[in-house]
Nanobody, 127 residues
Framework: QVQLVESGGGLVQAGGSLRLSCAAS????????MGWFRQAPGKEREFVAA????????YYTDSVKGRFTISRDNAKNTVYLQMNSLKPEDTAVYYC????????????????????WGQGTQVTVSS
């Protein structure tokens, strides 16, 4: 079992930036794709971004393309989400998650594909 802990959330003004971190412990995440999801109040959890285990490929939902960047540092067992040009509609609890499949070449936006989840970190973007 791997434990995932998100950090870096907070309150930011629209147009500002935040960098979220997802630190893994217990087991290595080096051979697994990782994803970021978010859930706003009253909304279902939605896919944000994913990165393949080798960092070669990334995938973003349309609403964050050009603004968010997912990256990872396997030596630190950590995944990041750099969020720029934040909008109020980005306000949500952000979760990181680990792909269930070992060294999967594809990336998925489907929640059921991911087997381990962090506790989430709150991101609030004010107008």
């Amino acid at each position: 079992q791997v434990q995932l802990v998100e950090s870096g959330g907070g309150l930011v003004q629209a147009g500002g930036s935040l960098r979220l971190s997802c630190a893994a412990s217990g087991r290595t995440i080096n051979s697994y794709a990782m994803g970021w999801f978010r859930q706003a109040p009253g909304k279902e959890r939605e896919f944000v971004a994913a990165i393949v285990w080798s960092s070669v490929y990334t995938y973003y939902t349309d609403s964050v393309k050009g603004r968010f960047t997912i990256s990872r540092d396997n030596a630190k067992n950590t995944v990041y989400l750099q969020m720029n040009s934040l909008k109020p509609e980005d306000t949500a609890v952000y979760y990181c998650a680990k792909d269930k499949l070992f060294r999967a070449a594809d990336l998925s936006s489907v929640e059921s594909r991911y087997g381990y989840w962090g506790q989430g970190t709150q991101v609030t973007v004010s107008s």
